[in-house]
């Protein structure tokens, strides 16, 4: 069943959380989200050929899968972008992926697919039309991807923000909000500090997410963050995090022992 972020009778957003079989394939749980505006709607990070089926068949209840105009892709894994040369053979859809990225999906893409249907998103970001609404591409580069987006949402104030904030939780649980933020520390931590690539970059992103309204973070990966006060904690929390190469020694380049 889809969690229901938003809805204000025109504009909607729908998180799905349990179409990945995290048990019999032992793959991570990943979240995929759908926004419907007025008629138009787009998928983020819809993830990889485990989910597409699933996918197709949950959004039907919202949107129908044929007219999706876009689908965006905060980076080029294959939890995010492995799905996409279906969603290109089976939709009119346009695919925004950073320009970092936008020459390396035709490669999973049968040949032909891609052509005149990637829209690639320079460095600094842009806006997106959706219905009478906006999707913003904000920066978030080296976090954790070289060419890495995040997507904001202006009428819902929902961030939805890739693999940062991902926590490690089973599928069943990723769709409740984080309560208790000391608790849930221990499901992030590793992920972050392997994942993220350095604090510095970490400071640079919140010093410019404050400045954004935001209702709800929510990660590709567990469970979201609801409310000001629970976004800010999290904003709080990440920027003092020593992660990446900030915490990379000589001993983690040693040529392996026979
Ligand atoms: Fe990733
Ligand atoms: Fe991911």
């Not at 609404?133 to 819902?156: C, K, M, W």
């Amino acid at each position: 069943m889809p969690i229901e972020l938003f809805n204000n009778g025109t504009h909607a957003c729908m998180m799905f959380t349990d179409l990945v079989d995290d048990e019999a394939d032992h793959a991570i749980q990943a979240n995929q989200f759908l926004i419907v505006d007025n008629g138009h709607g787009c998928l983020i990070d819809p993830g990889g050929n485990m989910t597409y089926n699933a996918l197709r068949m949950a959004m039907h209840a919202h949107f129908q899968p044929n007219s999706l105009d876009y689908v965006f892709a905060s980076h080029a894994d294959p939890d995010i972008v492995a799905s996409l040369n279906k969603w290109l053979i089976h939709t009119d859809c346009k695919i925004v992926v950073s320009k970092i990225w936008s020459r390396f999906v035709p490669h999973f893409c049968t040949v032909g697919t891609t052509e005149g249907r990637i829209i690639p998103i320079p460095d600094p970001g842009m806006h997106v039309k959706l219905g009478k609404s906006r999707i913003v591409a904000i920066p978030a580069h080296f976090l954790h991807s070289e060419g890495n987006f995040q997507f904001y949402d202006v009428t819902s104030k929902i961030l939805f923000t890739g693999d940062l904030g991902a926590s490690l939780v089973a599928h069943e649980d990723a769709a409740k909000p984080v309560e208790n933020f000391a608790e849930h520390v221990k499901y992030m931590k590793g992920f972050h500090q392997r994942y993220m690539s350095s604090q510095k970059i970490l400071r640079f992103w919140v010093n410019m997410v404050r400045q954004l309204d935001i209702e709800w973070i929510v990660p590709q990966h567990g469970r979201p963050f609801k409310g000001q006060e629970m976004v800010n904690t999290f904003l709080d929390w990440i920027g003092e995090l020593p992660c990446g190469v900030d915490i990379m020694t000589q001993n983690h380049y040693q040529i392996p022992s026979a």
